[in-house]
């Protein structure tokens, strides 16, 4: 370890110390304690010399295969599940400045405030299909904004309404092991039960804002035949986290759901409130007509739902968002509209611009608007021209090409670059967790030899 971090980092890191490892008062977020500027930028340089240079393995993967065992309630659960995903953790921590993660939060809040005003409502809403027209209450569990790191700051890629992962990476944070002093400082604040705690309440939040009291009885954690899912580990996690907290939960298949007199059930059992994992954002497929049906009755509570993924996780959103003369005409106020720079400007495509984005697409990234995920993403200077008749005819964003963070490691003895974006896991704009993903390719997957999930420690 003694080559991977030299003295110079360490005295670096130990100058900022005081002020970066200090908690912050009772009842503020941490990661809402301002820096000094100068000390800002001397905490980049460190944390991304140590991205490039730190090669040190923090997991303690038999501190997580226990972690795993106990939170799920299920002897063997680490064997049985997360062997067969080699590639699910990272080895190595990802190191970031708290300028940077405030700006990161900054851009969240702006976020948040856009959704607040009724011109820009009006205007989501008005390409949303009609089930999603309806506010019942809930804000939205576990919602995941992704970040690419550049030399000009955090770049937001997208939104997700159904982010995957955070019960997985709330563990993958507990079990990591300082080797030196920069890590030991990041290690501060990340082996408590604070994510816990808010998970727990956030549930409890989203039943009162749609039923207004009490809390939900039974919750059922629905996907498609959700033991198939490669995070179907973290649904068993969600389980015993509420269990443990006195709220009966179940993990179900969303075509097993039965609703009959005004009662959504699955396996018999009445279901309160379904914790939604279906990336059919509009419950539009036959398998979910069940869902649907209750959902429009308001006979169950549903988070994410669609008004949620309708609101911020539209990839036609961005379309606003990157658009500061828009912004202003619905009322966002200068600073706001200044954090939201951090949005790649993104278009539509149309019949009218496709030939202007043919000769642009070096330098593009196309999304569709109904996909999840990194289905049907093409980087620009990698489309055919058969591609590109498909992508021309709509039903596609241009998004200029934010170009990821980069995290050095080692593999079988020799440097290796490996890709990485930053998921900060939010409820109702406050930050729960942040993770990082490590891979090669084009966009995130968990096949890369040295990648997957890695914790974020704030220096």
């Known amino acids: 370890m003694a080559r991977s971090v030299d003295s110079k980092l360490v005295n670096a890191a130990n100058y900022h110390g005081p002020i970066l490892g200090k908690r912050p008062p009772e009842g503020e977020d941490e990661m809402n304690v301002l820096e000094d500027p100068g000390l800002a930028e001397a905490s980049r340089s460190v944390t991304e010399r140590l991205n490039r240079n730190c090669f040190c393995i923090t997991l303690d993967r038999a501190a997580l295969w226990a972690a795993l065992d106990h939170e799920a309630g299920v002897t063997g659960f680490y064997e049985a599940f997360i062997e067969s995903r080699p590639h699910l953790f990272s080895n190595v921590p ?6 940077v993660i405030e700006e ?6 702006a976020i948040e405030a856009a959704t607040k005003l009724p011109g820009y409502r009006d205007a989501v809403l008005s390409w949303a299909p009609e089930i999603a027209q309806r506010d019942f209450g809930p804000a939205g569990a576990l919602m995941g904004y992704d970040f690419h790191l550049g030399d000009d700051g955090p770049k937001l890629i997208e939104v997700n309404t159904n982010a995957g992962g955070a019960f997985l990476n709330a563990l993958l944070a507990k079990a990591q092991k300082a080797c030196c002093a920069q890590v030991e400082q ?11 705690t808010r998970v727990v309440a956030m549930f409890r939040d989203e039943w009162q804002r749609q039923r207004g009291a009490s809390s939900p009885r039974r919750i059922a954690i629905i996907d498609d035949r959700p033991e198939d899912q490669y995070l179907y580990p973290e649904f068993v996690l969600a389980r015993w986290m509420l269990l443990k907290h006195g709220i009966d939960a179940v993990v179900g298949d969303a075509s097993e759901l039965q609703y009959e007199s005004g009662r959504l059930r699955l396996a018999g059992h009445e279901i309160d409130l379904v914790y939604n994992r279906l990336v059919d954002f509009a419950l539009d497929r036959p398998e979910h007509a069940v869902l649907r049906a209750a959902y429009r009755d308001g006979a169950v509570v549903v988070t994410p739902n669609p008004h949620n993924h309708a609101l911020f996780a539209s990839k036609r959103n961005l379309t606003l968002l990157s658009d500061p003369a828009a912004l202003e005409a619905f009322g966002l106020s200068a600073d706001m509209r200044l954090r939201l720079a951090g949005v790649p400007r993104t278009v539509l495509v149309t019949p009218d611009n496709a030939d202007a984005l043919w000769h642009s697409r070096k ?22 021209k058969g591609v ?29 670059p490996r890709k990485m974006d930053v998921r900060l896991y939010t409820y109702s704009g406050r930050v729960l967790l942040a993770a990082a993903r490590l891979y090669q390719g084009q966009t995130t997957n968990f096949r890369t030899p040295g990648g997957g999930f890695a914790p974020v420690l704030v220096l």
């Open 186 to 196: 990041g290690l501060i604040g990340t082996r408590d039960d604070d994510f816990e």
């Open 94 to 99: 990802v190191f970031l400045s708290k300028s």
């Open 104 to 109: 990161m939060r900054g851009i969240v809040d």
């Open 388 to 416: 590109w008749t498909e992508i021309a005819r709509g039903g596609f964003v241009a998004q200029a090409f934010a170009a990821p963070g980069q995290r050095m490691i080692e593999i079988d003895g020799a440097p290796a």
């Open 363 to 384: 330098d593009m990234f196309f999304k569709p608007l109904s996909g999840h995920g990194s289905k049907a993403v093409y980087r620009g200077d990698k489309v055919t």
